[in-house]
């Protein structure tokens, strides 16, 4: 019988990408998708992309549907309330936003501020599905990890497990979809076409996170990163470089990428350089991993930073969760 | 010695280009450009692709500088009460806005509304260039065309100057400048990247400038219009059909036109398909025809929407007012 | 069991699109996708957006692997030959080229050149599996529309029908998917961003197909048309203007389609204008009609040019063909 | 009086852009154009952007027009025997080409192969006008550099010039004009829409050229680079990471970096991160550093990359070399 999912949030581009595939899961029933501004309206009005025939609705907490599980797509800061009364209630929640991400309180507050549920804080699984599948079978809450974390984690991952990560520096790009609906003035068509830049070059929030990954597989390197935006609507593409912290050849690098990846459903390892366009609209991850001539480390990671950088992800998780096949719905 | 020459309203597309037009013009000096939520900016931190060294300010009627001229760049409706304004200090006004566009006081209000300066309603010469030369050289008030009408007319008047037009259908697109600054969600580049779509298709207010032009022009041919928009920034093609209201070869035609446009420092006839890459940051204005298998005419024009269908045509049309070489600061 | 399908010329775009449907079809197998010049690749590399893991090998007639149906994706012309040797050798044949489109034999000559298979020429279905749909579940040889006459008669064919349309004027757009694979200049991705253009303005073969097809329907209607290209792989919109040979109200348009279409598993008639991402990698076709000011019609139809407007229609045609469900391996 | 001009391989980007440019410069007379594949074509016929009224020529080195200086826009090994023949002819020549840029013969013939001209090794000065202004203005052959050596450099040079820089990392985007006129299937529209991926991963040939300026400037720093192609027209920007030979506060970098450009007409130091839209279609170089929280700088260069990358550079070489003003008709 059909696990019974909410998405709550489901008018920006993750929301509604979520609510879709849930739409269309052999598994899954998807019960309601609420907006606060966009109730009343089909959710294809909205995204003409999408075919789920569902009709936004407000999320009224007090009159919940009758749920097994609930995917949270709000605003980082707003989600933590939420997700800690649909906690309350017993629901299995996955939850999308920065809120249950990062395991050291101090840096979230740095970062994001006062949090929205302070008993909840640290209590999510992170659901970065490659590294953490046997607490995620087990896990009530979910923090789907940032989709920059996402790609660069599994980049380096290999190497940071065996403690191999030297000094860390990643350049990721990535689409306007990261971007959210809610659009300014920088990702009008007319802006951003033929135009590429770097943006929070004085910090970006995904790089403490990628360090307490990297820190928690055995590599407590310092990360240096910078994002980009470009040109184009779904897509990302995490370039990683790494000093080694012993000489390794690439041959060597190579099979540890190849083992370590060989029964990952959707973590594939290349034996040339990813593109994004292989990746769009799959919970894919493109692995590329070369140690060039100065003996440095190049591991590139290509994902679409909506599905696997986001509701993708977190179904692959919601299906962890209640023991479905991981791949289910998204294949 | 050079005129002085304010922009009002120059932080949206049309009224920052015109901004910088005027400061890059050799004859006209940028005494001010204003804008009401951008003033304090200077005009290339919101464009970052202009260099005119100018810091937006807030328009004061009161305390004007001294200015010969100015471009008034408001939303329809918007521009009248200040180009009246403007009109009683004795300052030539060149108008971008539909508010002087129509001569038909009905037909104007069930398009916009009610007029905001009922006063002028009509006191403006119709800024075509090319078909009011002489008018726009005594004029003190100009309403630069619509981006469309440019377009459709230029591309049909040689065929209406002669009584030749039957049934005119006009299908334009248009890229995302056209839909200005303000964005929604649909020129969000997300939604706009991959797509293209008609709209207004239930009737645009330019339909009526178009046939409002051709009737004058000796043709007063009803007139089918639908506009769409596609993902590119600048650029705008008029593609029109029209019946011949006598038979006429194909040769002929072209005659009409290189011999109407020979003249004409903006207006180029090709001897193919026009493209929009060819006209995209210049006033030109490329035009070709031809007459298909059926007997009917096909004539393009290609334009830049914001150049020869905004601000470039207005900067051409105040050189002619202020007795300038009408090309100057527009090649 | 599953029906044995070979796709003949699967490195250009539809060719490899129709392989990936074939592959992932619950009803069919892909026994073999043939390419002279990409003999020994797999489809993958070539196209990295499509996962069907087959490897792509030279076609030999002579050594044929057993199969029921194919699929040929060959230029126009150089079909021909092809499609009457698997014919003969009993296999049912889905055209993709216009090599059995046409059925007036001057008519492809005049705008094709000499047809490779004299004997067979006519023998095809038209396979516009909304009108033809009966003659198609018969059919041995299948003749694929033009992705133009796709979407223009489907746009106008409940009037067409109704012997409704008096004048035709079709004005459509297109992705570069449409161009085809050997790339020229044209579609290199500088010259084509920030670029659109009208094509074959002086005749375009597609234009004969979409007056067969309408005068079958009963509108013997003369039709000038011309296509252009815009900024987009995939995804075309038939604008269509039409003058109506009795005044018809905009209601009554409507409803003549909405019943038409009331059945039609891929045609949706909407309530407003399409766009082209709603339709993108789908098999569907979105139809919009309105009656303007002037007593004109206005159709448009979306679809995408390689799905519908090729590869999706051709399997839409195998499946009738081969007696599975008409929408088998295609929602 | 305008000096005389020759642009040979003005058939794509670079030269057509080369010759646009010196068709434009008040100081310079375009005098011939020249291609082998396209002679006889009118250079406005191949891109339709440019406005230059010359129609190519096949270049017969026998019947030299009598020119000043000549610009070589041939491709790596077939530039040096054109360029020897033209020098002997005591032309003055700036070379888009890698043929002059390297010192290192050994480095030349891993990355090129065997040199064209081999007496001319090493005679050109490197034309990174910023650099080498003095030897310039000497120069009769100058070697332009590539694209990304012209946006890394700058990106780095006042921190190698105090021997700051430690290790350096440095991962480039670029437009598909940095790919070439003659197409393959990567830069077709439909492959590169939607689309960006790394290339040459394992070792760019412009790594070498890098290291070699850093070296020269007295930061022998072993240089690890990645290029990125993305999708826009033109435009590149290198993203670079570098380790201090010694702490230096952000205040103190970006001081170092004011003060090396203040004089510099086309560099400009930003005070947030570039974007690629400003420098598109400019000569301009925005250069923006700053030292992140784990102490390592990261600088960002914005160029156009066939402008200030390629044929702009060219010119501001040549303004050097001929005694005109280093700006002249390139603002």
Redesign the interface.
Known sequence: MSKRVLVAGASG?TGALAAQIVWDHPGLELVAATSRGDAGKRLTDLH??YRAEIELTELDLENLPEVDAAIVAYPHGAAAPTVAALRERGILVVDLSADFRLRDRETYERWYGQHGAPDLFGAGVYGLSELYRDELREATLVATPGCYPTASVLALAPLAEQGLLG?V?V?A?Q???G?G?S???L?????????????K???HRH?PEIEQELTALGSPA???F?P?L??????E?A?C?A?LAEATSADAVRGLYAERYADEPFVHVLD???????V?ATNECHV?V?V???G?V?A?A?IDNIWKGASGQGVQNLNLMLGLDETEGLL
Chains 1, 2, 3, 4 share one sequence.
């Open positions: 581009f003409s992309r000094e520096f350049s790009m689409g306007t979809s971007y609906r659009s300014d003035d990702v009008h068509f007319s802006n951003m076409t033929e135009n590429a830049f770097p943006y070059t004085e910090g790089r310092p990360v240096t910078v980009h470009v040109p184009l609507d779904q897509g593409l370039t470089f000093t040339g350089p990813p593109n994004l366009r292989a769009r590329y070369t060039e001539e100065r440095r190049m590139f290509a």
